[in-house]
């Protein structure tokens, strides 16, 4: 098991926004200056800060402490709580906008995350769970190229697409929407790997990262590598109350 406590300051050393993934978020989200959105494992807060800058109210929530310590500059327009996904500390119907990157592969329970998030969100709000398909995981660029292990490995935990759209429904959400966002660029240094900034890699033997690094730092000796970063945006949209049981 990865504890997240350990690794916060390698995630916020490394991890960036991905660009299309913002850019989805704020077009397709519907949110202004004066909307309330809340991050779902907000990690370091990147996205916080990204979003918080169009004027919006942000909440973030995680379950580890290291990693909101590693939430630095925060503008005061964004609020960080220790919490869990499964138990939302919020009111009914406060937020416009919840939304996770990467995140929803960690959570023990599904259902009970998109049934809170479903509760905490005002009616026409919009949920947004950003992951990785099958596909996806099967074709990143380096991650699956120079470290083919950490494949198996997050097939393992990423639930499947049709499983999620399943879940969204169950938790009451309606006009379920897929979007990709893709983002093309040339790595020219791999301090995040060696590192292991992202999780996978975690997941995988100590001979095959080695393996994998020394690949990727004998072929960045040659020139920049060309990498390409995919995420699947699923959306939900809470149209209607729902009570569950």
């Not at 004027?55 to 960080?80: F, K, Q, R």
């Not at 950490?150 to 897929?178: H, K």
Request: hydrophobic share 40%; net charge negative.
């Amino acid at each position: 098991m990865i504890d997240y406590d350990q690794i916060a300051l390698e995630y916020a050393r490394h991890r960036r926004v991905h660009p299309e993934v913002l850019a989805r978020l704020l077009s397709t989200s519907w949110i202004h200056p004066g909307s309330r959105v809340l991050e779902v494992g907000c990690g370091p807060g990147n996205y916080l800060k990204a979003v918080a800058a169009v004027g919006c109210s942000c909440w973030g929530i995680d379950p580890s402490e290291e990693m909101l310590a590693a939430a630095t500059g925060m503008p005061d327009s964004v609020s960080l709580l220790l919490a869990r996904a499964e138990d939302l500390p919020f009111s009914p119907a406060f937020f416009d906008l919840v939304f996770s990157v990467d995140v929803i592969h960690h959570l023990a329970n599904r259902l009970v995350y998109l049934r809170e998030a479903h509760r905490v969100l005002r009616r026409g709000g919009r949920v947004c769970t950003v992951t990785d398909s099958e596909w996806i995981i099967r074709h990143r660029q380096p991650l699956a190229e120079y470290f083919p292990e950490t494949v198996e490995a997050d097939l393992g935990r990423y639930p499947v697409l049709d499983e999620l759209r399943a879940a969204m429904e169950m938790a009451g959400f309606q006009c379920i929407l897929e979007e990709m966002a893709e983002f093309r660029y040339e790595l020219e240094d791999i301090e995040a790997y060696r590192d292991r900034a992202f999780s996978s890699l975690h997941l995988i033997s100590e001979q095959a990262f080695r393996r994998g690094l020394t690949r990727l730092e004998s072929d960045l000796q040659r020139g920049p590598i060309p990498c390409v970063s995919r995420y699947v945006l699923l959306w939900g949209t809470n149209a209607a109350p729902t009570n569950h049981v």
